[in-house]
């Protein structure tokens, strides 16, 4: 078994685990199968990638985090007063790990599989709980370390040694903060919630850490131009409220010798309220806590009646455009499966999220740093901006191939037992179930966005692009293996294979350019609308014919 | 009980790379058999049924289901047949009502009509209050009752069990039983897997035993009793099976325990 330097670490504090009364020998030994399990985990933050490498994902996820690190670092440069600066990392990071423990590890927080296998052993319960306990601070620890590290170092030869040791104090009273926030969230999720609704929050959580990640990126390269410059900052009642203005007042008090009333409550509601917490968290907290987490296994008892008329509905809908009743039911299956299969809406909806967004992202892009938003505004309705959807097209269209796959690709021995002909029906009614429910719903999203600025001369543009994005499906669909949906494991491999990528990408510049040159050629535009459909068209009609002998 | 073959193997073999797990199955099944399908683990037994399941290709032999040559590529004879696989590996992110619609659609009922039917039969087994919750919530016992009522739903002529009653109360177990006994007086077949030989040996009409991919034994249990002068289905699977060190490897076994 691989001997852990974090635990060399805490063989330090053996002294106070012995005090405590907790058998110290015994919690180690726990604690180093734990952390060798968390080695094993595939971390959210690269869930969406697909690694094939288990081992490497642990050591990659935390690059990941000093990369954010890294980006916190610039807030250090901005020509910002002191406060406010402080106020924007200090908010970042709480905000980052906060994320970070919710999404990562709240396998650690909601364990019950351990208390089945230690307590029947000879072990008192206070070591497990110690050895909990120490877990969870190990990882946030580390996450703290990581991503506030860069910080750290380039403060300490910006700022001085002061400003090095100020950051450090505060990120453990941080930390006790983020941990009483996180508890806290999971405490106040399961009264309310059962086991699986909590996984649900839990699973959106990851989704939206790894969207607003990969939005993140966007910004920061761009972060010097939403800075004004003149701008003078008065404190307000309401910064009270932040918890970031509490950990960022003492710089200003220490560093900058402001003495000020505001400042100086502010830093002793920072070195109050955390100090506060952790008390609270270990007193009372964590026994309350432990005592709801049974709901975790519960299985919730529902009666959704209205579940039962919106099937039967939405069945009769898709017959209009299925006219196959197999491909019908495939088609809302897989619907059913993405909407509760956890593992792969982490890996699919960031995706989506990403081409909903990015079109708005790179209008937002053009409007920073122009004089006027209005004059912005109608040089944009001008210009062929709209064109920016075919990116959307570009994302939603590559998403196709990750349906493929699930956690849960063991149970795909059900499509050979039953009395299906053809696969083509599964193959398809997945891909249509997945098109209508999930790709035009973002598509119509992302014109929707675009109407105030073009209005109605937009609808033979969207119709285009519409009618290129169903063909690049189509396109993809036809070229990559005939994968049955949800049959191949999470792991194997990445969802986008880079044929297909950069197929994708020649198709979306060459019908965006295409389209570019026609747009203001209304006829030519018509002859493009009414060609593409019918190649559409044919190639879907063509796309069921597939034997059982091509599936692989 | 009739003379009509309802499934036909003919000298099935099938190999997993170099190691061969059938070495020529042939077999005739009759309408309203109970087949106790049986064998020590890793003789084929599973191998079999998924092959007549048609979940698995590469085998050599003749297999007629219900007169359909499965090798044919039909898929006709999958619509009177019913499965609970031995693992409990579905797509358990599903709610059972999602689950159980779906397998009843794709076998051609309404989806009404299954919804109905579905919560009419979890409702029997007492899990009603489950439907619309996820499967991967359920207690071992509950998603035994549901890959039941999953193989049942079409109601099909024939029904291939692997270990149907593992993980239910006794209360549930009498029910399924029950429900297997009326099943086969309805004229159904039922091809029983198990390792539990009490109960194979009670609801059996035929009981075939397999080791090392052949056949070394088949017939009724009596018929089984007076060749093999053994008490129990017990005594004859471990003849047949050449095993008779279980006392001493259990002796062994302790003798380590208490060196400790």
């Given amino acids: 078994m691989p001997e852990f330097s974090v635990l060399k670490i805490i063989d330090l504090f053996s002294f106070f685990y012995r005090v405590m009364g907790v058998n110290y020998a015994v919690m180690r030994q726990i604690l180093q199968i734990k952390l060798l399990m968390d080695r094993r985990r595939v971390p959210a933050v690269l869930a969406s990638s697909g690694h094939k490498n288990e081992a490497n994902a642990f050591n990659k996820s935390l690059l990941t985090y000093g990369f954010i690190g890294i980006i916190f670092v610039i807030f250090i440069f901005l020509p910002l007063p002191l406060f406010i600066k402080m106020n924007l990392t200090m908010g970042m990071i709480i905000f980052m790990v906060a994320m970070t423990m919710v999404a990562e590890f709240s396998t650690v927080l909601l364990d019950t599989k351990d208390k089945t296998i230690l307590l029947s052993k000879p072990i008192d319960s206070r070591t497990v709980n110690a050895a909990k306990m120490t877990h969870i601070i190990i990882n946030l620890l580390t996450i703290i370390v990581v991503m506030a590290g860069p910080s750290l170092v380039v403060g300490l030869f910006v700022h001085g040694f002061l400003f090095f040791v100020l950051l450090f104090g505060e990120l453990l009273l941080v930390s006790g903060f983020i941990l009483f926030l996180t508890s806290f969230f999971y405490f106040f999720m399961l009264l309310f919630f059962d086991g699986d609704r909590l996984r649900d929050v839990i699973n959106y959580f990851q989704v939206v850490f790894s969207l607003v990640m990969m939005v993140g990126y966007q910004f920061i390269g761009r972060i010097y131009s939403f800075v004004d410059y003149d701008f003078v900052f008065v404190i307000k009642w309401w910064m009270y409220l932040l918890p970031s203005a509490w950990f960022a007042a003492p710089f200003s008090l220490v560093l900058e010798s402001k003495v000020d009333d505001h400042l100086v409550y502010l830093s002793l509601l920072g070195l109050l309220v955390p100090v506060l917490l952790w008390v609270l968290y270990f007193k009372f907290a964590t026994g309350y806590f432990e005592k709801n987490l049974y709901k975790l296994d519960r299985a919730a008892t529902r009666k959704r009646k209205t579940l039962e008329s919106r099937a039967l509905k939405y069945k009769k809908l898709y017959s209009y455009i299925m006219p196959d009743t197999s491909e019908n039911i495939f088609c809302r299956f897989a619907q059913n499966m993405i909407s509760s299969e956890r593992s792969l809406k982490l890996r699919l909806f960031p995706n989506l999220g990403l081409a909903a967004f990015l079109p708005l992202i790179m209008l937002i892009n053009l409007l920073v740093g122009t004089d006027s938003v209005n004059q912005s505004l109608s040089y944009i309705s001008h210009g062929p901006f709209y064109l920016s959807i075919y990116i959307t097209v570009f994302i939603l269209s590559a998403s196709i191939t990750t349906m493929n796959s699930s956690e849960m690709y063991k149970g795909a021995w059900i499509y050979k037992a039953l009395p299906i002909e053809s696969p083509g029906v599964i193959l398809r009614g997945a891909l249509t179930g997945f098109v209508l429910k999930y790709l035009i719903p973002i598509y119509l999203f992302v014109c929707l966005l675009f109407t105030p600025l073009y209005g109605i001369s937009l609808v033979p543009h969207i119709l285009l692009i519409f009618l290129n994005m169903l063909l690049l499906i189509i396109l993809i669909f036809r070229m990559s293996p005939k994968e049955l949906p949800f049959s191949k494991g999470m792991q194997s491999g990445r969802s986008v294979s880079l044929g297909i990528f950069l197929g994708s990408l020649v198709f979306c510049s060459i019908t965006a350019g295409l389209h570019y040159t026609l747009q203001d050629f209304y006829i030519g535009l018509i002859i493009y609308i009414i060609v593409v459909f019918l190649v559409t068209a044919t190639l879907w009609k063509a796309s069921a014919k597939i034997t059982w002998k091509d599936v692989v | ?260």
């Avoid at chain 2, 050599?60 to 359909?68: D, P, Q, V």
């Avoid at chain 2, 619509?79 to 579905?90: A, D, F, L, S």
């Avoid at chain 2, 049942?152 to 239910?168: A, K, Q, R, W, Y």
């Fill in chain 2, 1 to 260: 009980m009739s003379t009509e073959a309802v499934i036909t193997i003919k000298d099935l073999k099938m190999s997993y790379g170099p190691k061969q797990v059938l070495k020529g199955i042939n077999l005739e099944i009759y309408r309203g058999q109970v087949i106790g399908y049986i064998g020590p683990n890793g003789a084929g037994k599973s191998t079999t049924v998924k092959i007549l399941l048609g979940l698995v290709d590469g085998y050599s032999g003749a297999i007629s289901i219900l007169g359909e040559d499965i090798d044919k590529g039909g898929v006709a004879y999958k619509r009177k047949i019913g499965y609970v696989p031995e693992t409990v590996e579905i797509y358990d992110n599903l709610t059972a009502y999602e689950y159980l619609t779906f397998i009843g659609e794709v076998y051609g009922l309404d989806l009404k009509q299954v919804d109905d039917k579905a919560k009419k039969l979890m409702s029997l087994l007492g899990i009603e209050e489950v439907y619309h919750s996820r499967i991967s919530s359920y207690s071992k016992g509950m998603k035994q009752k549901l890959l039941i009522i999953s193989s049942v739903i079409h109601n099909p002529d024939i029904l291939f069990l692997d270990e149907p009653l593992s993980g239910l109360d006794a209360n549930s177990v009498m029910i399924v039983k029950e429900i297997l006994a009326e099943l086969v007086a309805l004229g159904k077949t039922i091809f029983y897997s198990s390792h539990i030989m009490d109960v194979v040996e009670k609801i059996s009409s035929r009981i075939i035993l397999i080791n090392d991919g052949q056949i070394v034994a088949d017939g009724s249990f009596v018929e089984l009793k007076e060749k093999s002068k053994q008490g129990s289905l017990e005594q004859i699977f471990n003849q047949l099976t050449g095993f008779n060190k279980h006392k001493e490897i259990a002796h062994e076994f302790i003798t380590e325990l208490q060196g400790v």
